[in-house]
């Protein structure tokens, strides 16, 4: 019997919804979680379709290991933060995978 699920089942199941959009060129992307629960990963499509993958996993890891502890994060100029950094090596490892 066949248990696994795609990726996008499983973000679907766990309300994640991910859109492109152009977006300032310094934005690579953003998360934020509406009021219903859901979470949206904004990502600029001006990026090339692998720094996509890569800030998609960035986001997800916040979805995943911030969010759930801090509830939300406002974030300008956060690019050299520990919280920024960590999600930067954890999505680098998981793009290689």
């Known amino acids: 019997m066949h248990t696994s699920i ?4 499983w973000t679907r199941a766990n309300n994640i919804f991910c859109r ?9 992307a953003f998360v934020y979680k ?6 949206s990963i904004i990502i ?19 979805i995943i290991h911030d969010l759930p ?3 939300y994060i406002i974030g300008v ?3 050299y933060s520990a919280l920024e950094k960590q999600a ?3 999505a ?6």
């Open 6 to 9: 795609s990726f996008e089942e």
């Open 20 to 28: 492109l959009e152009r977006l300032d060129p310094c934005i690579y």
């Open 34 to 39: 509406s009021s219903f629960g859901n979470y």
């Open 44 to 62: 600029n499509k001006n990026l090339t379709k692998e720094m996509q993958k890569e800030v998609f996993a960035h986001e997800l890891i916040h």
């Open 69 to 71: 502890e801090q509830g």
């Open 77 to 79: 100029d956060m690019q």
């Open 88 to 90: 930067d090596e954890l």
């Open 92 to 97: 680098r490892k998981a793009n290689n995978l």
